[in-house]
């Protein structure tokens, strides 16, 4: 079977609109609600009699009439592509077709007589049933019960006048009664709670009340004597029952009033009762689809008004349009239109209600994501909410985005959601302490660090800071006197909480000895030495195996000495055996207002005999 030439249906409603141009040329055209203009044609072949959509309107079955190699059959369209899927034989002539209220199951009412029952699952026939007498000459009728547990089916004789209404269990196909009525029976319409039906009837005309549980003739309510009544179809409040007068007019019936309470002076399409009705609603609830035929095309009728707003006309896209329209979802990627709140803690875990839709049907919503990370969990309330728990992010606004198997949803305003930035806090400091004189590079280790506006160690600003990330941040320390300070952390949300984790010691240190130059001289003293190392600003007292000597501070890095005379009294190099009776190595020391330098070998002097 040939598919549809492709269609903008990426956001519409389409109307699915028999057309029978006779012969083989028999279509299902492809109307664009919104414009009223006819996008493409499915090809079925042999007369096409009837069109249902499924109640999620994914889905299409149009009823081909007929006995050529196209037709008798049940087409099955995949409303998303507007591509026929399977072809299923059905019952000699088939007439009208049923859809259960839950979409599980089709009826198909034939000319032949006979019921050919549908598994729409599987899209294969489970039954076929007897269902009326040989006097009686076709189906004008086909209705489930609103819990899908009854079909109800009527006939008709034109020539002997006797018609019936046969009750039959949904699963069984089993006829649990028949209920004679007299006249022609055209087609029904059941109440939503299922307890009455309405027949229209000829002679006069009329619409015959029928009592579900009983199964009996309640009552009758008199139409205008302007044309013979067609089938009805009930408005989507459920209130109001509508039927063609014979062509010329269309009347409201109030099922609470038993009544009618509107005439339309519309023209529609003249069906003898014996097939689907020519008027239907659209999903909006308040525009009705009223198939005029040739050469007047489809009037669009505003219901609240009843006044023709639009036609959609004969042509070449649209030759003989037939008596039955079903209103279907094209291949619609859903739409976001608002999240509340739409904003919440960058921690995650609240609940966010997310508008829009379509989120039910076909494959329904296969992900909802915010900013590309999917959501905790989420729940589909209905076609047009969900309801989301945010994951956890940084702070910064981001798209939520709703997915099902046709696309996701495009981005805009309407769909962003703020996480909001908390406190810093800060997990580690390395190193965690450093000079006094300032210059120590420390990096600090937390959350929500990436809009950081100020570091400070204690109550002195850090002489620099870079952001690296949202848990990172570098900066330098300022001088500062000896002890241990909070460092904070600044962002636009305030201040991170001081913890342990977040202290910074400063220190004064000691002073190194790098080199003694030289390194030897004689018992007797009186060699010069350069010391050189760092940290010798503030020294007051250089020592020789911790003998005390006059000095000189050239610079924070040398000191000049005059070694003196070796004494016994001195101090043997740390790690020395020396006896100090003869000389030997001695540490040089250098203390400052912090400390002495430690030992090494690097500090050793030798004395040598001479």
Same mark, same amino acid.
């Given at each position: ?366 992900? /909802?994501?915010? !900013? &590309?990370?999917? =959501?905790? $969990?989420? #729940?589909?309330?209905? *076609? %047009?909410?969900? +309801?989301? @728990? ?64 100020? /570091?400070?160690? !204690? &109550?002195?600003? =850090?002489? $620099?800071? #870079?952001?690296?990330? *949202? %848990?990172?941040? +570098?900066? @330098? ?64 007292? /250089?020592?020789? !195996? &911790? ?64």
């Amino acid at each position: 079977m040939a598919a549809a030439p492709a269609h903008a249906a990426t956001g519409m409603t389409l109307a699915y609109v028999t057309d029978s141009a006779g012969g083989s040329a028999g279509n299902v055209r492809v109307v664009d609600v919104a414009t009223d203009a006819v996008v493409g044609t499915i090809p079925l072949g042999y007369n096409p009699v009837q069109v249902l959509a499924s109640p999620d309107r994914r889905t299409a079955y149009a009823l081909s009439y007929g006995g050529t190699s196209t037709g008798n059959k049940v087409y099955v369209i995949d409303a998303g592509t507007s591509a026929v899927t399977h072809a299923i034989p059905v019952c000699d002539d088939p007439e009208l077709e049923a859809l259960k209220p839950d979409g599980s199951q089709l009826w198909v009412g034939c000319g032949s007589g006979a019921v050919t029952v549908i598994d729409t699952a599987t899209a294969t026939v489970t039954a076929t049933l007897t269902a009326i007498e040989n006097s009686l000459e076709g189906f004008s009728g086909l209705v489930y019960s609103p819990d899908g547990s009854k079909v109800y089916s009527s006939y008709y004789g034109y020539r002997d006048a006797a018609s019936a209404i046969n009750v039959f269990d949904s699963t069984t196909g089993a006829v649990i009664r028949s209920i004679p009525v007299t006249g022609f029976a055209g087609g029904l319409v059941e109440s939503p709670d299922g307890s009455t039906l309405f027949v229209p009837r000829e002679s006069p005309n009329s619409i015959t009340v029928v009592d579900t549980a009983s199964g009996t003739v309640t009552g009758s309510i008199a139409l205008p004597a302007t044309g013979l009544p067609d089938a009805g179809v009930l408005d989507p409040s459920g209130t109001t029952v509508y039927y063609c007068m014979g062509g010329t007019s269309i009347v409201g019936v109030s099922l609470a009033s038993r009544s009618v309470v509107r005439t339309l002076a519309l023209t529609c399409a003249i069906s003898e009762g014996s097939t689907a009705s020519p008027l239907s609603f659209a999903p909006d609830g308040t525009t009705m689809y009223d198939v005029v035929g040739k050469p007047g095309g489809i009037a669009v009728v505003d219901l609240p008004s009843g006044t023709r707003i639009a036609t959609i006309p004969n042509g070449p896209q649209l030759r003989g349009p037939g008596l039955s329209v079903a209103f279907v979802r094209g291949a619609i990627a859903p739409t976001v239109t608002a999240v509340s709140p739409a904003q919440g803690p960058e921690a995650g875990h609240g609940t966010v209600v997310v508008t829009g839709g379509p989120f039910v049907g076909g494959s329904g919503a296969t992900s /909802v994501t915010f !900013g &590309g990370i999917p =959501a905790l $969990s989420y #729940t589909v309330d209905s *076609d %047009t909410q969900i +309801t989301a @728990v945010a994951p956890p992010q940084v702070f910064r606004t981001v798209d939520v985005t709703v997915s099902n198997d046709n696309g996701t949803s495009a981005v805009g305003p309407a769909d962003q959601y703020t996480y909001l930035e908390a406190p810093p806090t800060i997990g580690s400091l390395t190193p965690s302490s450093g000079v006094s004189s300032g210059g120590t590079t420390v990096i600090i280790r937390g959350t929500d660090l990436s809009t950081t506006q100020a /570091v400070y160690f !204690g &109550g002195t600003a =850090a002489a $620099s800071f #870079t952001v690296d990330s *949202d %848990t990172q941040v +570098t900066a @330098v320390t300022r001088a500062q006197t000896n002890g241990t300070v909070n460092v904070t952390v600044t962002n636009s949300a305030g201040v991170n909480a001081s913890v342990p984790a977040g202290q910074f010691t400063f220190f004064s240190p000691v002073p190194v000895i790098g080199s003694v130059s030289p390194s030897t001289g004689p018992n007797t003293g009186g060699t010069t030495v350069t010391i050189r190392g760092m940290r010798f600003t503030g020294t007051f007292r /250089v020592a020789f !195996g &911790g003998l005390a000597v006059p000095y000189t501070l050239d610079s924070d890095t040398q000191i000049t000495v005059v070694a003196p005379a070796w004494s016994s009294t001195m101090t043997p190099a740390a790690g020395t055996t020396g006896s100090n009776t003869s000389g030997g190595p001695v540490d040089v020391t250098v203390t400052t207002d912090v400390g002495t330098s430690a030992v090494t070998g690097a500090d050793q002097f030798t004395y040598a005999s001479p």
